[in-house]
């Protein structure tokens, strides 16, 4: 039930930064999509995804792996809200 629920988290974290990012520029969407790749998705996908494969090879130790992922995912979240904080705004000609 717990691996569920941490898929559930996962998924919701990212219908809400879709929601949220669904017709802002570009600038706002690598915000939005790093924060949420930080806070509510990166913990929640890798406790489900360790859990899973801890279960499916039947060895509790395997379920460490979730902290090489979160990192991992954590890192991406990071780098794309630097690139949300400083990309520099295209300016559009007329």
Same mark, same amino acid.
């Given at each position: 039930? /717990?691996?569920?629920?941490?898929y559930i988290i #996962?998924? %919701?974290g990212a219908l809400a #930064?879709? +929601?949220l990012s669904?017709?802002? &520029?570009?600038?706002?969407?690598?915000?939005?999509?790093?924060?949420? +790749?930080?806070?509510?998705?990166?913990? /929640?996908? #890798?406790? &489900? %995804?360790? +859990?899973?494969?801890?279960? &499916?090879?039947e060895n509790g130790w395997a379920g460490l792996i979730m902290w090489l %992922?979160?990192? %991992?995912i954590f890192l991406i979240g990071l780098t794309l809200l630097l690139v949300g904080i400083f990309k520099k705004e295209k300016e559009e000609r007329n």
């Open positions: 039930m /717990a691996i569920a629920i941490g #996962a998924c %919701i #930064a879709y +929601l669904t017709g802002e &520029s570009r600038k706002k969407k690598y915000k939005i999509w790093g924060i949420a +790749l930080m806070i509510p998705i990166s913990p /929640a996908l #890798a406790f &489900s %995804i360790g +859990l899973s494969y801890a279960i &499916s090879v %992922i979160f990192p %991992i």
